[in-house]
């Protein structure tokens, strides 16, 4: 290879490390809520951290957050949603469930109790790929 070959192999391993570094390193442990009977429900494990740190819900539907605590350590005792008026107490070893439905798109910041552990709730907009076309009839039935 030449000089120049390299230069851009080396400049597109890169691209694509950073492409990875962006979505899944600097992103956090992010996943999507599955959608059963129209709730969206998600399982999130304590211990020292959230996992996953970043819950992608969608606004307008219902939300279950299932929050195993696997640890005793204090600082995860207590979940607090601050913008939903949400402060919920975890036993440890055991699965308590977080209830709400989120009405605005938007990021949902949450916490322990001492603003040490943190997560996010990112709330997308109703329908955003799941809405179903526009009907033809729509300008008939004005
Ligand atoms: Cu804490």
Sequence with gaps: MTAAQVAVTVAGAAAIAWVLWYFLWSRGRAAVASLAKGVQEIHVTVKGGYTPDTIVVEAGRPVRLQFYRDETADCSERVVFERL??????????????????????EVPFRCGMNMLKGTLIVEAAGRDRAPAPSPHASHER
């Design 85 to 106: 008026g949400i402060d919920t107490a975890l036993p440890a070893f055991q699965t308590t469930t977080v209830e709400f439905t989120p009405r605005a798109p938007g």
